[in-house]
C-alpha cells in the first residue's frame, strides 16, 4: 500500500531519482577503457524494484534497447538469489547470459541489492558493452554460429562481490577468457565505481527524504506512468491490426522468415500479438524471450517518446511471444545477430499501428545494421580487421521527410570517419555518398540511403564478410507512402562486380588489391499518398539530385516537370 | 587623452557595455537594447551613451552573437563546396547521427546546397601519398559554376587533406585567382586535423558566415575610426581569449561562442580575486540555464560542439552545459499529474505572463513574482512598466495549482523547487562528468535570473557558499575587457612515438609559435607577458579516444626546442595514469594531434576598482516587502545592492535589488559584502 505523496515532492524526487541513474552513467562513460562505451554509449545505468525486477528509473544516455531490457536482468538475479537463499548487503552479480539478460553475450551486466536499515530497497545495475569476450571471433559477431558457444564465454549469474568482498577469482576467470584483458579490467572497474556511485547517492536521498517517501515516490511515478500510457491510449481508436514483415533468410538456409504482429486496442490497453512468426531457426538471426518483449517497449517509446522510462507504461500492453518462434530461442541458439530481428519487430509495430493512429508513427527505418567485416594481413604480417556498421535513411513522418544517412533506432552510435578508418587499415573509400533513388515516395518521402564504395589497398589482398538484411524484402512506406529501396551489396572478382547468392548476407569473399566491395543501403519508407507530395518538392528533389527524373515521374507522375525552381 | 577600454557584449535583448578608465580606475556600465537586423546600431550608441569620443578609447574588445545567430536562424551565405570525386555528401550524412533519440522524427538541412557541391577528380591517402594528383582544370570550372549558381563563399574540402594539403593547396590557388572576393578556404587552412565530417564541416561554416561576419566587423571598425577611435579593435573567441579583428574577419567560426565564454572568463578572474579557485557559474536567461566549470581557476575547455543538430565546429571552446530551464521555461501538469518545466518557453517574447504581453502559461518567473521576490513596481529591463501579479498568480492557479489541488502560493513554490531541483542537477552532472565532487565547488549566478536562485542551489546540491558580482547583468562585457588575446593551432600527427621524426613535429609546432606571434604582433598592443603551451592528443594504439597530454618544450625567443620522444612518452603515461588510474602493459603510445597555443597576457585591472565607495547599511535600506519562503510570508528588508558597503553584513531573509538583477538571501543564510562588492551567501553560523 502506497502511502499518499504530496505532488510536490514527488515532482522534485522524481527528476533526483533520474539523476541518480544519469551519473551513473556519466561515471562509467568517464572511466571506461573501451570506446564503445566511452564514445559509442552503448551501457545502461537504472534502479529496478527489490521483488519484481521491474524498471524504476533508466538513464537517459544508454542506448535505447537497454532500457527495456535491463529489467530482465534483475529478475535473473533475483530468481538465482532466491534459489540460493543468501542475498546479502554488499553482493554484487555478474553475468553476461544473452538468454537470461536480453541482448547479446558482449553486455555484462552488474546486479546489486541495495539495502536500507538491513531491508532490501532497491536494486541497481549497470550493463555496458566489452571489446572481446572470447569466442570464434574477435569482437564476437559471428554470422556462422549455430550456437551461443560460437559465438562468446558465457557467465550465468555469480556473484562478483560477497558481502563487500571482491571474488577475485570471478575477475580471473573472466580475464583469461577475453582476448582483451586490459580493456575489459578498465570497463569492469567502471561499471563497479557507478555502481558505488548509484549507493552513495541513494543513502543521500533516503537520509534526506525517509525511505518512505521514497519508495511512495518510485510507486507514484510507476502509478503516474501507466495512467500517462492509458491515456494516450484511450485516444487511439479501438481495434485489430496487422502486419508482416519478412527476413530475408537466417545466413545458412535461405529461407524468408516472417515476423507478424497483431495489434489491438481496447480502450485505455494495447496487445502485441506475434503469433505467426516463423520458428526458431538454425543461424544467429535468433532472438532471446527478454530481447523480444524490450523490443516492443523500444517501438512503444519512439511511439510515445515523452513516457518516462520506467514498468509502469508497459502495464497496460500485453505482450504475447509464441513459443518455439525465432522471438523466444532457447539456450544455447545463436543470438549474435539479434540487431536484425528486433529491427524488423519495430518495423512491423510501427506497420501495425500506422494503420490504427498515422500521426504516431513514422516509416520503417532502413531497417538492417550491415555488419561488414574487412580483414587480412599486412606485409610485415600483421593481421587487421576493420568492422563497421553503415547507415542508412530514416522513414518519413507526419512532420518532414525521413532524415537521410541515420543510425538505427535501437542504437544512437555513430560511424566512425572514413579518415579514421582509411588512417587505422589499408583501404581507401571511392565513394562515400548518398544513393540516389533509395528513398520510399510519399507526401513526405523517406531519407536517402547511402553507398558506400571501398577498395583494398593491401598487397596482399583481403576478406571480407556481410552480416545484413532487406536485400530481398524493402523498409516499407505508411500511410499510402512507397517502400525504400533494397539493400544491395556487391564485390569486384576477377570477372566483375558480383552479389551475394544470400543476398546481405556471406562469408568469406575474397578480394585482391584494387577490388572493392560495395555497399547500396535503403533508404526509409514514404509516408503518405506520393501524389500528395507538392511538385515543387518533387523537381526540387530532382535538380539535388535526390531522385533521378525518370523515377520522380514514375512515383509521382509528371507534375513536377511542370514546376520552375 | 584618456585610457578608456570598451567590452560590448551583444546579446538577444540587449547590448551591454563595461567602460574601464584606467587612468582614474573607475568603471561604468550600461545597457541598450540591441539593435535589429544591424547589431551596429546598438553597438555605437551603447558606447557613445558613455564616452563622448571615440579618440579617448584605447581598447575595444566585443563579445558578439552575429556568428551565432546567423548559424541558429540559418542566414549565412550561399556557399559552394568542391571536394573529392565520390564524397559531395560528407556535410550532409554527417557522422550517421539522429536529432533526437527516441521518435526518429526530423530531418537535417545542410548549409550547402547539394547542387553547389561539385567533385573533382583528386585523392590523397592517409598516409600523405597523393593517389590522384588534383584536376585544376576541372576545379576552375568547377568554381566558375559556384560563382554563376551565386555562391558568395567557397570552401575546398579534400579527403586526408590533414595528412598532405598539397591538392588543397593548388586547388584553393587556382580558386583565388578567379573568386571575385577573399571568401575562399580550404580544410586544412581552417583546421588541419583527422576527421574529415568535423573538418569539413568547421570549414562550410566559416564561409557560411565569412561574408556577412566580416561585413558587420568591417562596419563597425569603420564607424568606430570615423568616430575618431585610433586604438584596437578586439572580438572575445569561443576559446574564452580575443583576436584582432582581421583574424576574425578571417575565422568568423571562432566566436561562435563569443558572448558565454566572455561571461565565464569574468567569472572565473572575479572568483579567482575572491579566492574562490572552485566554482560553477549559471547563466539563467529567458529559456535556458547555461552552465559552465572553473576548477583550479582553469575554464574547462571542449574540443568541439554542436551549434544545432549537424552543425559541428571543431575548434577549442569554453565548455557550457545548457539545460532548458530559464525564467521564460513553463510550468505544466502532465497527464499522469506531474508537474513538469519546460522544455517549452515563452522567451522574452511573448515572456511570462507578468508581462501581460499574450502568453497565459506561467513560467518559472511568474512563480517569483508571485512569491514576491521580484518587484513587481520595478521590472528589470526597463522594457516593461509594472508586473501584472494577478495574472500570474490566476495562470500558476489554473494550470499547476487546480490539477494537483494546491493554492496559487503553494504551486509557485511548487514550481520554483521543480525548477530549482533541475539546475541542481545540472550542477551536479557537469562535476560529475569532470570526475569532481560537486560539494567543492561555489556557486557564480551571473545574467539577470540567476541571483534569484543561488540560495536554492546552496541547499539542494550542498555547496558552501555562492558568490554574485557586482555586475551579474553585464559579466560578459566585463570579460570583453578581461580576456588575454589568444591563438589555437592544431596538427594531426596520428603515428606512433616511436616512428615519429621529432624534426617533423618540430617543424609544425616552430610555424605555430611562428604565426601566433605574428597575430600578437600584428595586435599593435603591448603585453605583459607571452606565454606558449603544447598539449597532444595522445592514445594507445586501437583506441580511439583520445588524451589530452600537457607537453612541456623549452620556447626561448620563440625559437621551439627539439622534443624528445621519451619525453611525450614520460608527459603520456604521467596522463594517462591520472585519467585511467592505470597504464596498458605492452600498449604502443600514439601521437594523434598536437596542439599549440600563444597567448598574450593583457593588462589586467584592479578588480577593487569596482567596489563601493563608502556607504551605509541604513542608507541602501529601501523598506520592506511581504515575501514567500517555504510555508510563510515574511517581512524581507529590501536594499539597494550598489549601495552597501564593503563588509556589509545583511541576514536572510533579504533582497538586494539593482537596475538588472535581484539578489535573493533566503531565511537562514547570510550575505556579505566582499572587497570587491561581491556579494558571498553562506549559511548563518549557528
Redesign the interface.
Known amino acids: 500500500m502506497t502511502q499518499d505523496i504530496d505532488p510536490i515532492t514527488l515532482a522534485v524526487l522524481a527528476g533526483r531519482m533520474e539523476q541518480i541513474a544519469d551519473e551513473m552513467d556519466a561515471t562509467l562513460f568517464r572511466a571506461a577503457f573501451n570506446p564503445i562505451i566511452a564514445e559509442a554509449h552503448d551501457a545502461s545505468h537504472g534502479l529496478y524494484h527489490p521483488q519484481s525486477g521491474d524498471t524504476l528509473v533508466q538513464g537517459k544516455s544508454g542506448l535505447p534497447i537497454f532500457v527495456g531490457v535491463m529489467s530482465f536482468a534483475v529478475k535473473s538475479v533475483i530468481e538465482k538469489a532466491s534459489k540460493d537463499g543468501n542475498l546479502k548487503d554488499g553482493d554484487i552479480y555478474i553475468f553476461n547470459d544473452a538468454h537470461l539478460g536480453g541482448t547479446h553475450l558482449n553486455d555484462m551486466r552488474l546486479v546489486r541489492p541495495y539495502f536500507n536499515n538491513g531491508e532490501l530497497f532497491c536494486y541497481l545495475a549497470s550493463v555496458g558493452h566489452w571489446h572481446d569476450l572470447g569466442g570464434a571471433i574477435p569482437g564476437n559477431y559471428n554470422p556462422e554460429a549455430t550456437d551461443a558457444f560460437q559465438e562468446a564465454f558465457i557467465l550465468p549469474p555469480v556473484k562478483l562481490v560477497k558481502a563487500g568482498e571482491l571474488q577475485t577469482d570471478i575477475i580471473d576467470i573472466l580475464m583469461r577468457n577475453t582476448r582483451l584483458p586490459q580493456s575489459a579490467q578498465g570497463d569492469l572497474n567502471g561499471q563497479l565505481g557507478a555502481l558505488d556511485l548509484g549507493v552513495k547517492r541513494l543513502d543521500e536521498l533516503l537520509s534526506e527524504y525517509g525511505p518512505d517517501t521514497v519508495k511512495s515516490a518510485l510507486n507514484a511515478l510507476q502509478d503516474r506512468a501507466e495512467i500517462l500510457m492509458r491515456e494516450e491510449l484511450k485516444e487511439l481508436p479501438d481495434g485489430r491490426w496487422e502486419a508482416i514483415d519478412y527476413l530475408d533468410n537466417d545466413g545458412v538456409s535461405d529461407t524468408s522468415l516472417p515476423i507478424k504482429v497483431c495489434l489491438e486496442i481496447k480502450n485505455d490497453t494495447m496487445s502485441l500479438n506475434f503469433e505467426g512468426t516463423a520458428a526458431r531457426c538454425a543461424g544467429p538471426v535468433n532472438i532471446a524471450l527478454p530481447t523480444a518483449i524490450a523490443t516492443a517497449y523500444v517501438a512503444i517509446k519512439h511511439m510515445f517518446p515523452n513516457l518516462p522510462a520506467n514498468s509502469g507504461v508497459m502495464r497496460p500492453i500485453n505482450i504475447l511471444i509464441p513459443e518455439g518462434s525465432l522471438l523466444s530461442a532457447p539456450f544455447p541458439a545463436p543470438v549474435g545477430g539479434y540487431t536484425e530481428t528486433i529491427l524488423r519487430m519495430i518495423d512491423v509495430i510501427f506497420q501495425a499501428a500506422a494503420q490504427a493512429a498515422p500521426e504516431r508513427v513514422v516509416a520503417n527505418a532502413y531497417g538492417t545494421i550491415n555488419a561488414l567485416s574487412i580483414s587480412g594481413k599486412r606485409k610485415n604480417g600483421q593481421p587487421w580487421v576493420m568492422f563497421s556498421f553503415y547507415g542508412g535513411g530514416h522513414g518519413g513522418s507526419n512532420e518532414s521527410d525521413g532524415l537521410n544517412h541515420g543510425n538505427a533506432p535501437i542504437s544512437t552510435a555513430t560511424i566512425p570517419p572514413l579518415e579514421i578508418l582509411e588512417a587505422a587499415y589499408p583501404v581507401m573509400f571511392r565513394k562515400w555518398a548518398l544513393r540516389t533513388d533509395s528513398a520510399g515516395s510519399g507526401m513526405y518521402r523517406g531519407g536517402l540511403g547511402a553507398t558506400y564504395e571501398i577498395e583494398v589497398l593491401e598487397e596482399n589482398g583481403a576478406k571480407a564478410f556481410l552480416f545484413g538484411e532487406r536485400g530481398k524484402y524493402a523498409p516499407s512506406g505508411v500511410v499510402g507512402g512507397g517502400n525504400a529501396a533494397l539493400n544491395v551489396f556487391s564485390y569486384e572478382q576477377d570477372g566483375g562486380w558480383q552479389n551475394p547468392p544470400m543476398t546481405s548476407k556471406m562469408v568469406g569473399i575474397n578480394l585482391k588489391q584494387g577490388q572493392s566491395v560495395r555497399l547500396d543501403t535503403p533508404g526509409g519508407g514514404g509516408y503518405g499518398t506520393p501524389s500528395k507530395r507538392p511538385p515543387e518538392n518533387v523537381a526540387r528533389d530532382v535538380a539535388a539530385g535526390y531522385i533521378t527524373a525518370e523515377k520522380a515521374t514514375e512515383d509521382y507522375g509528371s507534375a513536377w516537370q511542370e514546376v520552375t525552381i | 587623452m584618456t585610457e578608456i577600454i570598451i567590452g560590448v557584449d551583444v546579446g538577444g535583448t540587449f547590448t551591454d557595455i563595461f567602460a574601464l578608465n584606467e587612468k582614474t580606475g573607475t568603471a561604468e556600465v550600461t545597457k541598450v537594447p540591441t539593435s535589429r537586423p544591424d547589431q551596429s546600431d546598438g553597438f555605437l550608441s551603447g558606447i557613445r551613451s558613455l564616452v563622448n569620443n571615440f579618440s579617448d578609447l584605447s581598447v575595444v574588445v566585443h563579445g558578439t552573437t552575429a556568428g551565432t545567430n546567423a548559424l541558429l536562424e540559418r542566414k549565412g551565405a550561399k556557399i559552394g563546396v568542391i571536394t573529392t570525386q565520390?564524397?559531395?555528401?560528407?556535410l550532409?550524412?554527417?557522422?550517421?547521427?539522429?536529432?533526437?533519440?527516441?521518435?526518429?522524427?526530423?530531418?537535417?538541412i545542410p548549409i550547402a546546397?547539394?547542387?553547389c557541391r561539385l567533385e573533382v577528380s583528386e585523392?590523397t591517402?592517409?598516409d600523405g601519398t597523393i593517389?590522384t594528383p588534383v584536376d585544376l582544370p576541372s576545379v576552375r570550372k568547377a568554381a566558375q559554376e559556384l560563382l554563376d549558381l551565386g555562391c558568395s563563399a567557397i570552401s575546398i574540402l579534400f579527403?586526408?587533406s590533414?595528412?598532405n594539403s598539397e591538392n588543397e593547396d593548388r586547388a584553393v590557388a587556382a580558386v583565388r585567382e578567379i573568386w571575385p572576393n577573399s571568401h575562399v578556404a580550404s580544410s586544412s587552412e581552417i583546421l588541419p586535423e583527422?576527421?574529415?565530417?568535423?573538418r569539413f564541416s568547421t570549414t562550410a561554416l566559416n564561409a557560411y558566415l565569412q561574408p556577412e561576419v566580416s561585413g558587420y566587423l568591417n562596419r563597425l571598425e569603420k564607424a568606430l575610426n570615423t568616430g575618431g577611435f585610433s586604438g584596437e579593435f578586439l572580438i572575445v573567441q569561443s576559446n574564452g581569449g580575443v583576436m584582432g579583428v582581421d583574424t576574425a574577419a578571417k575565422l568568423p567560426i571562432r566566436t561562435a561562442l563569443s558572448g558565454p565564454a566572455a561571461g565565464v572568463i569574468a567569472a572565473g578572474y572575479i572568483a579567482e580575486a575572491a579566492g574562490l579557485p572552485d566554482i560553477i557559474t549559471g547563466d539563467m536567461g529567458g529559456t535556458s540555464f547555461d552552465v559552465s566549470l572553473i576548477a583550479n581557476n582553469q575554464s574547462m575547455l571542449s574540443s568541439q560542439t554542436s551549434i544545432d543538430f549537424g552543425m559541428v565546429v571543431r575548434s577549442p571552446m569554453i565548455e557550457i552545459t545548457t539545460i532548458g530551464a530559464g525564467g521564460g521555461s513553463i510550468a505544466w501538469v502532465?497527464?499522469?499529474?506531474?508537474?513538469?518545466i519546460g522544455p517549452e518557453s515563452a522567451g522574452s517574447t511573448p515572456g511570462p505572463v507578468a508581462y501581460g504581453q499574450g502568453n497565459t502559461r506561467p513560467t518559472v518567473t511568474d512563480a517569483n513574482v508571485v512569491l514576491g521576490r521580484i518587484d513587481p513596481e520595478n521590472p528589470i529591463g526597463g522594457k516593461i512598466e509594472k508586473l501584472d501579479v494577478f495574472a500570474a498568480s490566476k495562470a500558476i492557479e489554473t494550470h499547476v495549482g487546480d490539477p494537483?489541488?494546491?493554492s496559487a502560493i503553494?504551486a509557485a513554490?511548487?514550481i520554483l523547487?521543480?525548477a530549482n531541483?533541475?539546475m541542481a542537477?545540472a550542477l551536479?552532472?557537469v562535476s560529475?562528468?569532470r570526475?569532481f565532487d560537486p560539494k567543492r565547488f561555489a556557486f557564480m549566478p551571473f545574467g539577470g535570473g540567476g541571483a534569484l536562485h543561488a540560495c536554492a542551489m546552496l541547499d539542494e546540491v550542498g555547496l558552501a557558499k555562492a558568490i554574485v558580482p557586482r555586475y551579474p547583468g553585464v559579466t560578459s562585457a566585463m570579460g570583453c575587457v578581461i580576456a588575454d588575446m589568444r591563438q589555437d593551432f592544431v596538427q594531426t600527427i596520428?603515428s606512433g612515438v616511436n616512428d615519429t621524426d621529432p624534426t617533423v613535429i618540430f617543424e609544425y609546432l616552430q610555424n605555430h609559435v611562428r604565426e601566433g606571434h605574428r597575430a600578437l604582433d600584428a595586435a599593435g598592443t603591448n603585453f605583459e607577458s607571452r606565454v606558449t603551451s603544447f598539449t597532444f592528443d595522445m592514445a594507445y594504439q586501437g583506441?580511439?579516444?583520445t588524451v589530452n597530454v600537457p607537453i612541456y618544450i623549452n620556447v626561448n625567443n620563440q625559437v621551439v626546442a627539439v622534443p624528445s620522444l621519451d619525453q611525450i612518452s614520460n608527459a603520456f603515461d604521467l596522463e594517462y595514469k591520472k585519467t585511467?588510474?592505470?597504464l596498458?602493459?605492452n600498449?604502443v603510445r600514439r601521437i594523434i594531434n598536437i596542439r599549440t597555443s600563444v597567448t598574450g597576457k593583457r593588462p589586467r585591472f584592479d578588480l577593487a576598482t569596482l567596489a563601493p565607495k563608502g556607504g551605509a547599511i541604513k542608507q541602501a535600506f529601501k523598506g520592506t516587502r511581504s515575501v514567500h519562503f517555504g510555508d510563510q510570508w515574511y517581512d524581507t528588508n529590501i536594499y539597494d545592492r550598489l549601495a552597501l558597503p564593503v563588509g556589509a553584513i545583511i541576514p536572510g531573509p533579504a533582497i538586494l535589488e539593482q537596475p538588472d538583477t535581484t539578489v535573493l538571501i533566503e531565511p537562514e543564510l547570510v550575505g556579505r559584502i566582499d572587497d570587491y562588492g561581491n556579494t558571498l551567501i553562506e549559511r548563518s553560523k549557528l
Do not use: C
Not at chain 2, 86 to 90: A, F, N, P, Q, T
Not at chain 2, 194 to 198: H, L, M, N, S, Y
Open positions: 565520390g564524397m559531395r555528401d560528407v550532409e550524412m554527417r557522422r550517421r547521427d539522429r536529432p533526437k533519440t527516441w521518435g526518429l522524427r526530423g530531418n537535417f546546397e547539394r547542387n585523392r591517402l592517409a593517389r579527403a586526408n590533414y595528412a583527422i576527421r574529415e565530417f568535423e502532465d497527464k499522469g499529474g506531474l508537474l513538469n494537483l489541488g494546491l503553494e513554490e511548487a523547487r521543480v531541483s533541475r542537477g551536479r552532472l560529475i562528468e570526475g596520428n583506441q580511439t579516444h585511467f588510474g592505470r596498458l602493459e600498449g
